[in-house]
């Protein structure tokens, strides 16, 4: 099973989006970030190469931020927010959009009825305006809006919410709506959270632990408590202990959960089959989803629909929920290459469940250039032979892209070079990263190229093995991986391969690879696991 890993963002084509269709093609290929909202999927923003941001749409509530209600077939400039490097964007059904900038700012606009702008007043906002109130001194990474609420991220780990709180949705205590942004503590008071997503009147909150939490509205199960009572502060899903959770996406009111193994768990509404089960009976509690044993890598929902998605690791996407009018109860595999594709083709409205990335050129840049020519003997001057087999390359890239090869290269005229010391796919992999920044290996081989980076002193390349490691560990590869980090003094990747063995114990243990590890390595192991609490009752 392979992973491939990049520096860059997933690309995707806005054609799909019917809103885009009056685009000239001029400005379609500009476009690098974009976002699809609205009752109808009929309003949109896009932010061009340049840091352009444009609006167009129907304008309800004044919520495309142009400073009055004109409705607008045509994209109008956004002048306050063009710059800003949109790092994140959410917005509720009023609708209200709230963004975080790159600086770590956040602003929000349109509908403003319940105070979900944050500004102390419930006057509609017709152009974005800075959100100040407690978070001057902050830097927020992510917000997450329901209906008519909204909550931020902070690199702090701090969760910030506002708005609506009809059920408890703002996590304050009461029921009362929250003029202003307010730290959500409660038992999140001394928490580190790592990802949000909000359904239509709930909150949700993943920890660096692994651990979830959940508040405001509850009558479908959404919060995944095992009961339907509304939480007016942040709720731990108790069902969930030992299961380490990396992502949340919430739907209108069911929620998905991500686990660091790829397995997907839902809960809440099910009336559509938006959980996947089978069935069309609401849960209360996280229930499994069959997946056929493909490792998950991304779940999506949108708080506006009943739809689910997921992608797998082998770049598969899976599809359930409300489907274009049909209740599809189990996932299903699409020809999609992207989660987005399924809520452009598929969802009720067609809009985007997050910010998406746009890759719209259709010319080769430089790096695409390159990628092309690797391993193609046509203009070639350098081959090496590993293994018996031929990878053909350029010396003067070599040269540019490696200090290794810069001093080969400098002491020898050949245009054929025999390597033994790695394998065939090892080296292979090595020069293809040369080429093209990205590595694209099963987790147990970017061991040997970890090895090579390593002896080679690349350091970024180090790092993009030790991620890709990271994405594919399982309790039966554990042990394997823990020892190569180990072995080549990746601490980072140790402590990262420490922890997921420590949280998957007694499976770990039980292992082959457990049973021949090393004994001083089995030692140090034991020694540091039972200072980390994991032999206690």
Not at 139 to 149: Q, Y
Request: hydrophobic share 40%.
């Amino acid at each position: 099973m392979f992973i491939s890993i990049t520096l860059s963002s997933s690309m995707l084509d806005v054609g799909k989006w019917p809103v885009f269709a009056l685009l000239p093609p001029e400005e379609l290929r500009l476009i690098r970030q974009a976002c699809v909202f609205g009752s109808a999927a009929n309003e949109a923003f896009y932010v061009t190469v340049n840091d352009e941001v444009f609006a167009l749409g129907t304008n309800c509530s004044g919520c495309l931020g142009l400073g009055d209600l004109q409705s607008t077939i045509e994209p109008r400039r956004i002048d306050v927010l063009c710059g800003k490097k949109i790092v994140s964007l959410s917005y509720g059904t009023g609708p209200h959009v709230v963004i975080a900038t790159a600086e770590g700012e956040v602003f929000a606009w349109g509908h403003n009825g319940y105070s979900q702008l944050g500004n102390g007043t419930t006057n509609h906002g017709l152009t974005p305006a800075l959100v100040s109130t407690n978070l001057l001194n902050k830097r927020v990474t992510e917000v997450a809006c329901g209906s008519h609420h909204t909550i931020a991220l902070t690199t702090d780990g701090e969760v910030y919410a506002w708005g609506y709180n009809n059920s408890g949705q703002v996590g304050s205590g009461s029921t009362a709506n929250q003029p202003t942004p307010r730290r959500v503590s409660s038992c999140l008071q001394s928490k580190v959270v790592v990802n949000i997503a909000c359904g239509q009147l709930c909150s949700m909150a993943v920890l660096d632990n692994g651990e979830i939490y959940g508040w405001g509205y509850n009558c479908n199960g959404q919060l995944g408590l095992g009961n339907n009572g509304n939480q007016q502060t942040p709720c731990r899903i108790a069902a969930l202990q030992g299961v380490n959770i990396v992502q949340v996406a919430c739907g209108y009111a069911h929620t998905l959960a991500l686990t660091d193994e790829g397995f997907v768990y839902a809960w809440g509404a099910n009336s559509y089959g938006q959980l996947g089960t089978g069935n069309k009976s609401n849960q209360a509690l996280p229930t499994l989803i069959n997946t056929d044993k493909e490792r998950m890598v991304e779940v999506a929902a949108c708080h506006t629909s009943h739809t689910s998605a997921a992608k797998t690791q082998s770049g598969q996407v899976l599809m359930w929920g409300q489907c274009r009018g049909q209740a599809v109860a189990s996932p299903h595999l699409t020809h999609f290459s992207t989660t987005d594709d399924v809520f452009a083709c598929f969802a009720t409205p067609a809009v985007t469940w997050h910010l998406l990335s746009v890759d719209g050129d259709d010319y080769l840049t430089v790096a695409q250039s390159l990628k092309k020519e690797f391993d193609s003997p046509e203009i070639s001057d350098l081959k090496f032979l590993v293994d018996g087999k031929c990878i053909h390359v350029h010396k003067a890239l070599l040269k540019i892209r490696c200090e290794h090869f810069r001093v080969l290269l400098n002491e020898t005229d050949e245009d054929a070079i025999e390597v033994h010391q790695f394998s065939y796919l090892v080296y292979r992999a090595f020069l293809e990263y040369l080429y093209t920044d990205s590595i694209n290996l099963p987790p147990e081989d970017a061991i040997g190229l970890l090895d090579l980076a390593t002896f080679y002193r690349e350091s970024r390349l180090k790092r993009l093995c030790q991620e890709t490691i990271k994405r594919g560990i399982s309790e039966d590869n554990a042990i394997t991986l823990l020892s190569a980090a180990v072995k080549y003094e990746a601490r980072d990747l140790e402590e990262f391969c420490f922890k997921f063995c420590v949280n998957h114990l007694t499976a770990v243990t039980q292992t082959q690879a457990f049973a021949d590890m090393d004994h001083d390595l089995l030692k140090n192991f034991i020694n540091k696991a039972s200072r980390y609490g994991a032999f206690k009752n």
